[in-house]
């Protein structure tokens, strides 16, 4: 069974840094795009980086850009989220989120991780 497991998240102080990590497990025959979302208290979910199939093209928004930085390791199926110049506003649960192949469906499927809380004090 597929499944994605971030880690990394924590207590920061504003100015400071964090690299949350999410790892996909399971029989994968190929994974899409990946993501990262996060969703503040009384906010909906949004998108804060998104990587194409590729590899070569990441997408940021407009309130990291700068800030944030998405990488993959593709020998162990992980992503990472590197962020520093961590804000306040940036305190949310983070969730990251990939199209993925299983080998034993031919069909891509949608896959979240658990989430991992970011808290960012002033």
């Known amino acids: 069974q597929v499944q994605l497991v971030e880690s990394g998240g924590g207590l920061v102080q504003a100015g400071g840094s964090l690299r949350l990590s999410c790892a996909a497990s399971?029989?994968?025959?190929?994974?899409?795009?990946r993501s990262w979302y996060r969703q503040a208290p009384g906010k909906e979910r949004e998108l804060v980086a998104t990587m194409f199939t590729s590899g070569d093209i990441i997408d940021y928004a407009d309130s990291v850009k700068g800030r944030f930085t998405m990488t993959v390791d593709n020998t162990k199926n992980t992503i990472y989220l590197l962020m520093n110049g961590l804000k306040p506003e940036d305190t949310a649960v983070y969730y990251c989120?990939?199209?993925?192949?299983?080998?034993?469906?031919?069909?891509?499927?949608?896959?979240w991780g658990q989430g991992t809380q970011v808290t960012v004090s002033s």
């Open positions: 399971g029989s994968i025959w190929s994974i899409g795009t």
């Open positions: 989120y990939a199209v993925i192949a299983p080998y034993s469906d031919d069909r891509t499927h949608d896959y």
